[in-house]
């Protein structure tokens, strides 16, 4: 059985090329791992780019669509028929090419998928790339072999609970922070391996079941949480977004409030729904490419253990996109601060809701109370 390291070895190298790419420094690009070929970003955005020259990426207009629309949020009214769905890819892909919007998830999916690299100079010296693990392994050699002005790397790996899932099943996201060119090398002759030193690896616990003393189970209500009333009347929902209703409860109350705003909301709930359902949300959300917003609300107060809630705040940033939002309330009960069990498997903290702010900035340093509840953002 291979190690973890030679795994990494044996089926993230990739074969020398015959190409030497010249990295642009003043302006962004796609890298080809494969073939080394370089294209300077004409557009605005890395995405606008690709929609607007597919031909350079060996792409069609069907593809692109196809790619968009796996994305799109299926109770969308556009995604009914065929006429529906073409004229809302045409949108998107008008959308990327006048700048509207700077990237699409089904796009980088597609062309990272087939081994190209998103790269953004920082300065002449430094490079922020995002790409599959096997092409930013390519593009350390390339900048190792050709590139000695090069001497940092910021590296995000796209889909990193894909390529080492199997092998680490809580693996969400892979970075790599390669600052000067020893680790450059010292990654290089690892095979694009991660490594304590310079690699970040972001994990979620998958139940938090075995750590909590109190389900509080009981505790769901045939009710919508107050939350999802505060948001929609101070914030705003964002239609076409997707939310992870986390301890969402057995109802589908919020699900139907969201969904009347134009938000596809997924519940996640270890206790008040099954395994299947869980498993499901979850392959959904991933299939979005993440969460734009989680919500939060009437969890923590249900829960005894401090410690849990760290786990419940870890399972939320990992399932939100980045610069995606969050949304916590409590119910304050009493306010006494003594918490105390009210029914036979249910727990009340009685705590009012600043009294968790501390325990969210951990994880979301921004977090601020704001009409009632906390928001915050995955940075």
Do not use: C
Request: aromatic share 8%.
């Amino acid at each position: 059985m291979l190690s973890f390291l030679q795994y990494l070895r044996e089926s993230l190298a990739q074969p020398e090329g015959t190409s030497r790419a010249t990295f642009p420094v003043d302006k962004p690009s796609w890298f080809n791992s494969k073939t080394g070929q370089i294209l300077p970003v004409e557009t605005t955005y890395h995405a606008g780019h690709v929609v607007s020259y597919p031909e350079q990426f060996g792409l069609n207009t069907e593809q692109l669509h196809d790619a968009i629309l796996k994305f799109e949020n299926p109770g969308h009214p556009s995604m009914e028929t065929p006429e529906g769905r073409k004229r809302l890819a045409e949108k998107r892909v008008d959308q990327l090419k006048s700048g509207y919007n700077d990237t699409n998830r089904g796009i980088d999916s597609l062309v990272m998928g087939s081994g190209w690299v998103r790269i953004q100079p920082n300065t002449r010296r430094q490079l922020y790339v995002q790409g599959k693990a096997s092409a930013l392994h390519r593009l350390a050699k390339t900048v190792l072999q050709d590139h000695p002005d090069i001497r940092f790397l910021s590296m995000d790996v796209h889909g990193a609970n894909e390529t080492y899932g199997h092998l680490d099943p809580t693996i969400q996201g892979v970075a790599h922070s390669l600052e000067g060119r020893d680790m450059i090398q010292d990654f290089v002759e690892r095979g694009g391996a991660p490594h304590s030193s310079y690699s970040k690896i972001i994990r979620v616990r998958r139940e938090m079941n075995e750590a909590q003393e109190y389900t509080s189970a009981a505790t769901s209500q045939s009710q919508i949480a107050k939350g999802f009333g505060v948001v929609a009347k101070h914030i705003g929902w964002t239609p076409e977004t997707v939310n992870v209703d986390l301890g969402g409860g057995r109802y589908n109350h919020g699900v139907e409030f969201l969904a009347g705003h134009g938000v596809s909301s997924h519940v996640i709930d270890p206790y008040n729904r099954s395994a299947e359902h869980n498993e499901r949300s979850k392959k959904l959300v991933a299939e979005r490419g993440g969460a734009d917003t989680v919500t939060v609300f009437n969890v923590l107060n249900t829960i005894k253990e401090p410690e849990v809630h760290h786990e419940v705040l870890r399972a939320a940033k990992a399932y939100l996109k980045p610069g995606g939002k969050l949304y916590l309330s409590v119910y304050a009960g009493d306010k006494s601060g003594a918490g105390k069990r009210t029914k036979t498997d249910s727990w009340q903290r009685n705590e009012p809701v600043h009294q968790y702010l501390d325990t969210v900035k951990t994880h979301f340093p921004d977090a601020v109370v704001k009409h009632g509840i906390i928001h915050a953002t995955n940075e």
